[in-house]
């Protein structure tokens, strides 16, 4: 018993000398580092990062020398890239969709009242009189007694018409969430989910809110849509897919005798049951296919353990190239989206490679490609990791980062998801800074960036950064500055550098809290838990 208090003094020596390690370890990762990533990646030389483009390339390039700078293993020999097969599908479809009401022929035009496209490789698909089925908002949630399917027949001749998010939209109470959208609520599920069930199509009812963005969005995106290449996807999906616009859609319920508001308010209960409208759907589809490849880049440190647990960092590389000009500029060059974070994972990594003793979970630093077209990088990530999926901890993904400088605030988009979220509120109060939920979790954020499909094998993931109330100027300026943002920043010529206003702080904040939150969960036994409400806490 006598040699208990000196067991406790190695102990605590132990302690204090692996936290000085990680202490020194983060001073190697500067502001000036950071710059230099950041001003070389959003610069016009990258050309807005699109895929197949020269300036991809150059950025892609900067990125697999950066990390064998680092000190980064990579992946394949001495290559850092992994290269993934994909199809571009640029469809031409007909100007007008005909319905056929108990009112007569309802014509929409094309990019006005409907938008309609296929992820089937095919180079003609016709939809000739297919029967139109209500489905309310086309969810199967079973802990929510939830089926807006139930009871359709034939459904191989059906399309349904379904809302936008989810039944909580609007309201404060826990069903669905309340006014925080649920994965149910996104397009994407909607047309897995009408896959699913066979039928042969899903038209989404639009509405500016419960979408996130406006009519615009999915016309812009419509015609020209990139996937992975998988030539036997038919079974995946719905010959049609597609959005009318709310007035298109009110008009076409009105026709069959229905009123769209009092039918959303019937769609939100749980025993709402689909019913087939006095209707049918024709609209053909041509669509010509370019096959080419795309690179995620990737680098990693092993564990000492060498079991396989690991944790991912994410930071997507890929961005829009060239749009419509602002005062003559027309490259987006993606300052915010994506260059600050892919700038945040770099230095992260110095700041690993810093350490003086091996983390025992390996960490993966993952840039991938095609986020912005349907998280294709990472969706091929886990169907082909370094480490199996199932041994992934958690993932940390930063996306959309300003440089407004410091913050009080880590906004979690997805908060009370996981017990990640517990990990960063401790581990904020460091540097004074406190934990919020985010406050636009109506327009389902949480489930449009690359953590996504790790989500979907069941990995727990963060996804946050300092965003709502600045050091400086506060919580009202913030909120101004994030408004105006999402009106005339994101994915415009106008997301550049600034740099006589640019202020590096906000992003050194999240180098400091996320490697602290990464050497946690790779120093450490701890796994992150699903909470029990989350959609996602039954899957592994």
């Known amino acids: 018993m006598k040699r208990l208090p000196f067991i406790l003094m190695i102990l605590a020596f132990v302690a204090c000398t692996t936290a000085n390690d990680a202490e020194q370890a983060k001073k190697v990762a500067t502001i000036d580092n950071l710059k230099r990533h950041v001003e070389y990646l959003s610069s016009d030389l990258c050309e807005g990062r699109k895929p197949f483009s020269k300036g991809a390339e150059r950025a892609v390039e900067y990125l697999a020398n950066e990390m064998k700078a680092i000190g980064l293993k990579p992946i394949n020999g001495d290559s850092y ?110 047309f897995e989910e009408g896959a699913r069930q066979g039928l042969k199509g899903v038209l989404i009812i639009h509405e500016d809110r419960g979408a996130g963005y406006p009519f615009s969005v999915p016309v812009a995106s419509a015609g020209s849509k990139l996937y992975l290449n998988n030539p036997d996807n038919t079974e995946y999906y719905c010959a049609l897919e597609g959005w009318l616009s709310n007035a298109s859609a009110r008009e076409l319920l009105k026709r069959n005798g229905y009123d769209m508001d009092e039918l959303i308010a019937e769609a939100k209960k749980p025993d709402f049951k689909p019913f087939d409208l006095k209707s049918d759907v024709t609209v053909s589809m041509k669509s010509k296919f370019t096959y080419n490849s795309s690179p995620n880049v990737v680098g990693y440190i092993e564990g000492s353990k060498q079991n396989g647990e690991n944790i991912v960092c994410i930071a997507h590389w890929d961005h829009l190239g060239y749009g419509k000009a602002i005062d003559g500029d027309t490259i987006i060059n993606g300052t915010t989206d994506n260059a600050t974070a892919m700038a945040w994972l770099l230095e992260t990594a110095r700041a690993f490679k810093a350490l003086k003793k ?83 979790a109506f327009n389902g954020m949480f489930y449009r960036s690359d953590h996504l499909p790790f989500m979907r094998k069941g990995v727990p993931a963060m996804f946050a950064k300092g965003w709502s109330d600045n050091r400086e100027h506060g919580k009202e300026w913030a909120t101004a500055k ?59």
């Open 81 to 190: 890239l992994q290269d993934i097969s994909l199809v571009l599908s640029n469809t031409q479809c007909s100007e007008i969709m005909t319905l056929n009401t108990p009112e007569g022929k309802l014509d929409l035009k094309h990019n006005e009242g409907f938008v309609a496209f296929s992820k089937r490789i095919e180079d003609e698909i016709h939809i000739d009189k297919a029967e139109l089925v209500f489905a309310g908002y086309g969810i199967v949630a079973p802990e929510y007694g939830k089926n807006d399917y139930a009871g359709i027949e034939n459904p191989e001749n059906k399309v349904a018409v379904v809302m936008v998010n989810d039944p909580g939209l609007g309201s404060t109470g826990h069903y669905f969430k309340g006014d925080t959208m649920t994965y149910y609520g996104r397009w994407k599920y909607k």
């Open 358 to 440: 091996q983390p025992e979970r390996g960490i993966v630093f993952l840039v991938p490609t095609c986020e912005e077209t349907g998280l294709l990088g990472s969706s091929y990530y886990v169907e082909n990791p370094i480490y199996p999926v199932e041994k992934t901890v958690a993932v940390i993904n930063l996306d959309v980062i300003p440089l407004w400088g410091a913050n009080n605030d880590v906004t979690i988009t997805g908060f009370g998801h996981s017990t990640l979220d517990d990990m960063v509120t401790r581990l904020a109060e460091k540097y004074d800074r406190y934990v919020m939920a985010d406050p636009e």
């Open 482 to 540: 994030i408004k105006d943002y999402w009106a005339n920043t994101y994915h415009k010529p106008t997301d550049q550098m600034y740099p006589e206003t640019d202020n590096y702080d906000g992003l050194m904040q999240e180098v400091q809290l996320f490697f602290d939150l990464a050497y946690e969960l790779v120093t450490t036994d701890v796994y992150p838990q699903w909470k029990p409400a989350s959609e996602f806490a039954n899957i592994r």
